[in-house]
């Protein structure tokens, strides 16, 4: 059900920037500037590194697109896609580091 989901949004914002995009070069910049930042911070983590997991993934994807999503349309930024990445990489590495923590905590014993 949730992959079902995913593709609806997937959907409903392709034909969103299909609609609201005067050519087509701002139809590929809109779609690289999107997918781009989450594929560059999730692949590197995925291939060279063992930090994260799937909740980091995760926050990571959902905070790339609200940053690509304000940074296009509600407050126009002047690089975009950088700050795409930057967001997306920022937020891979908190949830990582908080998660450590978490489980670091959960893991330690419970003295009366």
Same mark, same amino acid.
């Given at each position: 059900?949730?992959?079902r989901? %995913?593709v609806? $949004?997937a %959907?409903?914002? =392709?034909?969103s920037i =299909?609609f609201? #995009?005067?050519s087509?070069?701002e139809m590929?910049e #809109? =779609?690289?500037?999107l997918? %781009?930042?989450i594929?560059?911070?999730l692949v $590197?983590f995925a291939? &060279?590194?063992?930090?994260?997991n799937?909740v /980091?993934a995760?926050?990571?994807?959902? /905070? /790339?697109?609200t940053t690509? &999503?304000v940074?296009?349309?509600v407050?126009?930024?002047? =690089?975009?896609v950088?700050?795409?990445v930057a967001?997306?990489? %920022?937020s891979?590495?908190?949830?990582v580091v &908080?998660?450590?923590?978490a489980?670091?905590?959960a /893991?330690l014993?419970?003295e009366?």
């Open positions: 059900m949730l992959a989901g %995913g609806v $949004c %959907g409903l914002i =392709a034909y =299909a609201t #995009a005067d087509v070069t590929v #809109a =779609a690289s500037g997918g %781009g930042p594929i560059l911070v $590197c291939l &060279f590194s063992k930090l994260g799937h /980091s995760m926050v990571a994807m959902l /905070s /790339s697109v690509w &999503f940074g296009n349309y407050y126009p930024l002047e =690089a975009p950088i700050t795409t967001v997306c990489l %920022g891979y590495l908190l949830t &908080f998660s450590k923590k489980s670091v905590e /893991s014993p419970i009366n």
